[in-house]
């Protein structure tokens, strides 16, 4: 039987996609899935190889930046560390003291940005990222993280905007149209949504986030036996199941608000680095 989701009710699921995604520098991913820590590396010539263990990158990095912490590199560095272990108010802090040691420094206030969009600042992360790269020369990535933020603070027509200029430089890009994806899911249009999705998940380069949000677009439709089979494809058993598992429970958590969060964390899109 197709099970029906009124608007309030696809939102409260669509706030539970938190769980799904990564966010710049590291990860927040819940355990069940397979999205892994993304590197977290310093630009400088001294940097070595980061520790695999986000509370060791703490720290390693954190040691070098209390030897000097007007070094960008070393602050870039302790910043991403401190993301990756989900110290997200500190990570803000740590690099907004470096943007402001070091005015101008477009990769800092490209990560500075992205750490207010972790920590649910999300227009100050939106003006800071705008200072990060320009209209004559835009980041395709720092693009689509703004439309993250747009779509936190419920401005989704915007948020498409930065997609599709995102999407102009970065054909096919899997992580930007994931985003697009959910940013016409938070509008309630699932059709488009499933649409942008797919192409997503089509792509070789998709990460677990994308088939589980395509599952549950799918699911929220009410073809619950074909989100099934996507989120538990090509995968080892035990995966699989835990896919399920989890798909199963985002449904039923949209069948009433309890519990649900208010709004989508910003975790839930993509931000690709």
């Given amino acids: 039987m197709r099970q029906r989701f009124s608007p309030a009710r696809l939102l409260a699921s669509a706030s539970l996609v938190a769980m799904v995604a990564i966010s710049l520098g590291g990860c927040t991913a819940m355990s069940k899935l397979s999205d892994v820590t993304g590197s977290i590396g310093s630009s400088g010539s001294r940097a070595e190889a980061a520790p695999a263990e986000p509370a060791r990158a703490v720290e390693v990095y954190g040691e070098r930046y209390r030897a000097n912490p007007k070094d960008p590199d070393a ?95 970065a054909p096919g890009d899997p992580g930007v149209l994931s985003n697009l994806g959910l940013s016409y899911m938070l509008s309630k249009d699932l059709p488009k949504a499933e ?22 677009v799918v699911g929220l439709q009410g073809r619950f036996a074909e989100a099934e089979t996507i989120v538990k494809a090509d995968l080892p058993p035990d995966q699989a199941a835990a896919n399920v598992a989890y798909l199963k429970d985002m449904l039923s958590r949209s069948e009433g608000p309890r519990g649900a969060p208010k709004r989508m ?8 680095d």
């Fill in 75 to 169: 602050a870039l560095g302790y910043g991403q560390a401190l993301r990756a272990n989900g110290q997200r108010a500190q990570a803000a802090a740590v690099l907004e003291q470096a943007t402001i040691a070091n005015p101008g420094n477009k990769v800092l206030l490209a990560q500075y940005g992205r750490a207010l969009a972790d920590n649910g600042n999300f227009q100050q992360a939106f003006d800071v990222l705008s200072k990060a790269h320009s209209p004559d020369n835009p980041d395709w990535r720092l693009l689509s993280v703004q439309g993250t933020a747009l779509d936190q603070m419920g401005r989704h027509e915007e948020a498409r905007g930065y997609y599709t200029s995102a999407l102009k430089i």
């Fill in 265 to 272: 964390p910003v975790a839930s899109l993509s931000q690709s």
């Fill in 195 to 216: 649409e942008a999705l797919r192409q997503a998940y089509a792509s070789p380069r998709a990460s677990s986030r994308v088939r589980q949000n395509l599952g549950l």
